[in-house]
């Protein structure tokens, strides 16, 4: 390879390194110091309280330790402050990792992206955010991923359906805006959506509108089909749909002057055709579907900076779970996305299959433990069965000796008899 191409190659390389920032990155990796790093919110006094673990299963005993859910049916307000920074002109991406170890029936597992400005000790669900992302379950019924972004004064729901992952492993959840108004959203570093900001979401009204002034001519005919009008009905078509029962006969005990005249009951026609109509043929002055002319919307104004946040500072865990237990780990911002996904194999890759196998094997532990048990209780019911037996079978042997002894006694009362007479 010239040396030219290698010399490119290599200032590019240094271009990009250079051009990567990480904003926030917190892995819980240096035991309860990270209590002085998160602030819990004072707004209410029974915020529910994040306990530091692995949780019941996990790849690494260490490496897997994050923030976790503790309290049921509570809600949860917790952050974290980092330099304030904007991402004008560059990507910004938002990357952590959930799992719902409890088999979660109701709550949220997403994060905010807050201004600098935001109290966090006063931080609630209403304090303005810019970015909330994240899975969020509810019943069967809800199981989405949450992009919502704040844009002048409103917070915006994206358009589309992201299904969020429902089981009981960890899954590596991201987020990336780029300075062109595009997205992609990602899962276990796949992209699962993207698309453009203006299209996805309703920040902006519509471009075109329909044109107020345009009506349909009163000429414009748009039926496709019409009747025949050379189509007549026929003559025998005229049947009453209900006739009486010529097989019907009046009871022999039937009297008129004290039951009235009698009437047999009345029976479907079977020569009944309904309702007559002509058969549709094409219609010949048929135009086709008025279209409603549409004109440019004179309130749209194009925003190439719908992406960009003049403050981004604070991460927080401001959510509900009726359930407890979700665990919340491997936090990262940063303006790289290449980067992003090396940090997401690094370290949800390399623990993912290690805690799935550490769950599967207790859940067979638990499968023979169950199968145990069931067999010590079909013995132990068996034992009492054959004890039961037992006693029967004692129990008859006894009542069968008594009545020799009964014949034994009469026998003696009989020879006792006998011999009085003789006397």
């Given at each position: 390879?010239?040396?030219?191409?290698?010399?490119?190659?290599?200032?590019?390389?240094?271009?990009?390194?250079?051009?990567?920032?990480?904003?926030?990155?917190?892995?819980?990796?240096?035991?309860?110091?990270?209590?002085?790093?998160?602030?819990?919110?004072?707004?209410?006094?029974?915020?529910?309280?994040?306990?530091?673990?692995?949780?019941?299963?996990?790849?690494?005993?260490?490496?897997?330790?994050?923030?976790?859910?503790?309290?049921?049916?509570?809600?949860?307000?917790?952050?974290?402050?980092?330099?304030?920074f904007s991402n004008k002109d560059q990507p910004l991406v938002i990357q952590f990792t959930v799992k719902h170890e409890q088999s979660i029936d109701c709550g949220g597992g997403y994060i905010k992206l807050f201004p600098s400005a935001?109290?966090?000790?006063?931080?609630?669900?209403?304090?303005?955010?810019?970015?909330?992302?994240?899975?969020?379950?509810?019943?069967?019924?809800?199981?989405?991923?949450?992009?919502?972004?704040?844009?002048?004064?409103?917070?915006?729901?994206?358009?589309?359906?992201?299904?969020?992952?429902?089981?009981?492993?960890?899954?590596?959840?991201?987020?990336?805006?780029?300075?062109?108004?595009?997205?992609?959203?990602?899962?276990?570093?796949?992209?699962?959506?993207?698309?453009?900001?203006?299209?996805?979401?309703?920040?902006?009204?519509?471009?075109?509108?329909?044109?107020?002034?345009?009506?349909?001519?009163?000429?414009?005919?748009?039926?496709?089909?019409?009747?025949?009008?050379?189509?007549?009905?026929?003559?025998?078509?005229?049947?009453?749909?209900?006739?009486?029962?010529?097989?019907?006969?009046?009871?022999?005990?039937?009297?008129?002057?004290?039951?009235?005249?009698?009437?047999?009951?009345?029976?479907?026609?079977?020569?009944?055709?309904?309702?007559?109509?002509?058969?549709?043929?094409?219609?010949?002055?048929?135009?086709?579907?008025?279209?409603?002319?549409?004109?440019?919307?004179?309130?749209?104004?194009?925003?190439?900076?719908?992406?960009?946040?003049?403050?981004?500072?604070?991460?927080?865990?401001?959510?509900?779970?009726?359930?407890?237990?979700?665990?919340?780990?491997?936090?990262?911002?940063?303006?790289?996305?290449?980067?992003?996904?090396?940090?997401?194999?690094?370290?949800?890759?390399?623990?993912?299959?290690?805690?799935?196998?550490?769950?599967?094997?207790?859940?067979?532990?638990?499968?023979?433990?169950?199968?145990?048990?069931?067999?010590?209780?079909?013995?132990?019911?068996?034992?009492?069965e054959d004890e039961e037996e037992q006693d029967e079978g004692e129990e008859e042997e006894e009542e069968g000796e008594e009545p020799e002894e009964e014949d034994e006694e009469e026998e003696e009362e009989g020879t006792d008899s006998?011999?009085?007479?003789?006397?």
């Amino acid at each position: 390879m010239p040396a030219l191409s290698l010399l490119l190659m290599a200032m590019s390389a240094a271009s990009v390194l250079a051009g990567s920032t990480v904003y926030f990155r917190e892995q819980f990796e240096d035991a309860d110091a990270w209590k002085s790093r998160w602030v819990e919110s004072k707004h209410k006094s029974d915020y529910g309280k994040f306990v530091l673990t692995a949780g019941k299963f996990y790849g690494d005993a260490e490496k897997d330790k994050g923030l976790q859910t503790s309290q049921d049916a509570r809600f949860y307000a917790l952050s974290a402050r980092f330099d304030d920074f904007s991402n004008k002109d560059q990507p910004l991406v938002i990357q952590f990792t959930v799992k719902h170890e409890q088999s979660i029936d109701c709550g949220g597992g997403y994060i905010k992206l807050f201004p600098s400005a935001v109290n966090q000790e006063d931080m609630h669900g209403d304090s303005v955010y810019n970015i909330m992302f994240g899975p969020d379950i509810c019943g069967p019924g809800t199981k989405k991923v949450h992009v919502i972004f704040h844009y002048k004064g409103k917070n915006h729901l994206i358009n589309k359906d992201i299904r969020c992952k429902d089981d009981e492993y960890s899954h590596l959840y991201t987020l990336i805006v780029y300075p062109d108004n595009t997205y992609e959203v990602k899962i276990d570093n796949k992209k699962v959506e993207s698309g453009n900001l203006e299209g996805d979401w309703d920040f902006l009204p519509p471009k075109k509108i329909k044109d107020p002034e345009a009506k349909k001519p009163e000429d414009w005919d748009d039926r496709e089909k019409i009747p025949d009008p050379d189509d007549k009905k026929p003559e025998d078509w005229d049947k009453p749909e209900n006739i009486p029962d010529p097989d019907a006969k009046k009871p022999d005990d039937w009297d008129d002057e004290m039951d009235g005249e009698w009437e047999p009951p009345m029976v479907t026609n079977p020569d009944y055709k309904g309702e007559w109509k002509p058969r549709e043929i094409d219609n010949p002055a048929y135009k086709g579907k008025w279209i409603h002319p549409e004109i440019d919307n004179p309130e749209y104004t194009a925003d190439p900076d719908i992406y960009k946040y003049d403050s981004i500072g604070v991460i927080g865990l401001d959510l509900w779970q009726v359930k407890s237990g979700t665990i919340f780990d491997n936090f990262l911002i940063t303006n790289d996305p290449n980067l992003a996904e090396e940090v997401g194999n690094d370290t949800w890759g390399k623990t993912k299959d290690a805690e799935r196998k550490m769950k599967e094997s207790q859940e067979e532990e638990e499968r023979k433990k169950r199968e145990e048990e069931d067999k010590k209780r079909r013995d132990e019911a068996k034992d009492e069965e054959d004890e039961e037996e037992q006693d029967e079978g004692e129990e008859e042997e006894e009542e069968g000796e008594e009545p020799e002894e009964e014949d034994e006694e009469e026998e003696e009362e009989g020879t006792d008899s006998k011999l009085k007479d003789e006397l």
